[in-house]
């Protein structure tokens, strides 16, 4: 079993920045993709991006260019640098963890086997 804690929400203005941290535990996910998915009130939980064992990243056209993703094998840690940010990237952000090694399906929620709880991101206009 793999548990996920994500940090590092919280409100900022419209073109500000934050960094979302979500730290695995149970076992060592350095050989799993991480993705992170975000839910918008009334909306379905969409992807945003996701990073592969060996480093490769994928990202939601909404969000090219304003977010990063990386990840720390030692720290068993993956990271959401979030930066010009809009009042429409608020929502819930979940990381999840999966054995997937393709490319394929990354943007999938089916090929994560484990998610967070989620951490509030709001962004004010």
């Known amino acids: 079993q793999v548990q996920l804690v994500e940090s590092g929400g919280g409100l900022v203005q419209a073109g500000g920045s934050l960094r979302l941290s979500c730290a695995a535990s149970?076992?060592?996910?350095?050989?799993?993709?991480m993705g992170w998915f975000r839910q918008a009130p009334g909306k379905e939980r969409e992807f945003v991006t996701a990073?592969?064992?060996?480093?490769?990243?994928y990202y939601a056209d909404s969000v090219k260019g304003r977010f990063t993703i990386s990840r720390d094998n030692a720290k068993n840690t993956v990271y959401l640098q979030m930066n010009s940010l809009k009042p429409e990237d608020t929502a819930v952000y979940y990381c999840?963890?999966?054995?997937?090694?393709?490319?394929?399906?990354?943007?999938?929620?089916?090929?994560?086997?484990?998610w967070g709880q989620g951490t509030q991101v709001t962004v004010s206009s």
């Open positions: 149970g076992r060592t996910v350095s050989l799993d993709a």
């Open positions: 990073i592969t064992s060996s480093g490769s990243t």
């Open positions: 999840a963890v999966g054995s997937y090694s393709g490319q394929y399906f990354i943007k999938t929620e089916g090929v994560y086997d484990y």
